[in-house]
């Protein structure tokens, strides 16, 4: 979704963003909202299973800007045949 968005940008001017950057700080914003909430719940519960839930889910949004660029690099030999086309 991502990669599409920033095409359409490019479209319309803007960056294309091939690095990723934007997405990384997407979830680096994800990471200050699952805190946020995570506050407001742990203040409103005494519960840990509901404060537990948004803790895993913040654990991969921090996850996230690590993995993209690792797990890119996975699978670029599966586009090694459209590359050397292209070139």
């Known amino acids: 979704m991502y990669l599409l968005a920033r095409y359409f940008l490019k479209k319309e001017g803007e960056q294309a963003d091939l690095e ?7 979830y680096n914003n994800i990471q200050v909202v699952n805190s946020a ?15 537990n ?10 996850a996230m800007p690590y993995i993209i660029g690792e797990s890119l690099e996975r699978i670029r030999n599966l586009f090694s045949p459209y590359v050397s086309i292209s070139r």
């Open 20 to 26: 990723l950057e934007g997405l990384r700080d997407i």
């Open 37 to 51: 909430v995570a506050d407001i719940i742990r203040a409103a519960t005494e519960a840990d299973s509901s404060v």
């Open 53 to 62: 839930a948004i803790v895993i889910l913040d654990m991969y949004a921090q």
